[in-house]
């Protein structure tokens, strides 16, 4: 007669043993959770950090500003969650699952540094190396403006609508437009509120992923010119712009799943006229540019 073999009790795997298993560094162990293609992290936890301050900004890591370590761990943890957000979407080219595809004039996502650290679990890992290295992790995370692309509660709705389809691994896709100058700033002058635009995007954002191979041509079917300092619609005149996409990760909470945001720019299908530059008509050389 066979004779049962004993049952083992397994131990329940902690993160701490985890973090045992890989030297004691945390975030090595979160590297080996996110590092799920071809490409493996190597080195500590400190050396993504320094590497984008060294390549990236090109500046010793002692001397570099705030916003600059902002910008070099912004561009760690998009290394983090990169090849889950290749992943995410071979999963679904594979699968070829039903997608839901939301488009929102507006999203009011907010910083995405801290949402991001929180949904992938590694705020206190950061937190903590950050007081190793006598940063102020809440003024690092200040140096990162809102995005400017939504300012009501329309943007909000989206931007939570986002967040938890990719929590709930539903295949999803974000669709709006991206805002050069978004939420406009606010000032007081003599007693009275001044409106300037928010250059969001003057310093570059360290989220988002250029799809320059991915454009399109949008044809109108009017055009611009501009006459007396002022620009006037041109009706029955056709003209184009062309769209492009850039693509940012909306993380969800956990990590197993990494949707996209993609927000179209709207850029000139040609540089500005350089026969009216040559005869001095500077501001009609420019109309072509406008996009």
Known sequence: ????????????????????????DPLLEVAERYGCGPIRFSGTSDALYERHLTFDDV????????????EAVARSVRDLLS??????EQTYTRANPKRVYYLSMEFLLGRSLANNVTNLRIAPHLVRIAEEKHIDWIELLEQEP????????????????LDSLATLQIPAMGYGLRYEYGIFRQSIKNG???EQPDPWLRRGDPWEVPRHNEHVRVDLGCSVAMREGRLELIPRLPS???GIPYDRPVVGYGGKTINTLRLWAAAA????????FSRGEFTEALTDTLA
């Open 192 to 194: 009275w509120q001044q």
């Open 59 to 70: 500046v010793p890591v002692a001397d570099a500003g705030l916003r600059e370590r902002f």
């Open 240 to 242: 184009c712009l062309i």
């Open 1 to 24: 007669m066979a004779t049962k073999e004993p049952r083992v009790k397994r131990k329940k795997v902690d993160e701490r043993d985890l973090v045992a298993a890989v030297g004691g």
């Open 269 to 276: 299908p040609r540089d500005f006229d350089f026969q009216r």
């Open 146 to 161: 809102d995005a400017g692309l939504g300012n009501g509660g329309l943007g909000r709705l989206a931007a939570c609508f």
């Open 83 to 88: 090849q889950r957000w290749i992943h995410t």
